[in-house]
């Protein structure tokens, strides 16, 4: 039985690109068990499993079914004990929610207005105006002129 891993992708199926799906993606190899890739697009997100989530990753099992990356790796660690660990116990877990919840907050922010415009050519054309309508509605401007800040955000980012 292999796991189904549905995997976000835009027009090419062969260019995932989502941050969170990627953990997904290591969390499967680091514990040696192969997937079957579900390329699912923004606008399928809402309808895989039956409606389970409103975000990728979600990965079927057999019969269980789990969303969001770090429940992922829970889940993993916990039906795979014989495989390489992923946390390495409660410590581990706790480290690994600490870096996702700063990486959330401190890296995600800047890459996501310096990414936006090339995210949008990404899609075909129903989920470019998908893209372009949600991300829009959020941050309320259009996506050139989040993009237009990233040179100027650039030295705090580094920083
Ligand atoms: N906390 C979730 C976040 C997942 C998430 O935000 N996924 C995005 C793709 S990177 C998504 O599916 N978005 C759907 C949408 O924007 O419609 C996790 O770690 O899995």
């Not at 499993?49 to 979600?58: F, R």
Request: net charge positive.
């Amino acid at each position: 039985m292999t796991i189904l891993f549905y995997d976000l992708v835009g027009h090419d199926a062969k260019r995932p690109f989502s941050p969170h799906c990627w953990k997904t993606k290591m969390a499967l190899a680091h514990k040696g068990l192969d997937a079957t890739k579900v390329p699912t697009r923004f606008l399928e997100v809402p309808k895989v499993e039956g409606g389970v989530s409103k975000t990728v990753p979600v990965i079927r099992n057999g019969e269980r079914v789990v969303a969001d990356s770090f429940a992922i790796a829970l889940y993993l660690d916990e039906a795979y004990p014989e495989r390489p660990t992923l946390f390495g116990g409660e410590g581990g877990k706790a480290t690994a929610r600490f870096i996702e919840r700063w990486s959330q907050f401190t890296i995600h922010p800047y890459l996501m207005t310096v990414l936006l415009t090339d995210l949008h050519r990404m899609q075909d054309e129903a989920n470019r105006a998908y893209f372009r309508e949600s991300r829009e509605q959020r941050l309320g401007k259009r996506l050139e002129e989040v993009v237009a800040g990233r040179d100027e955000g650039l030295a705090g980012f580094r920083a």
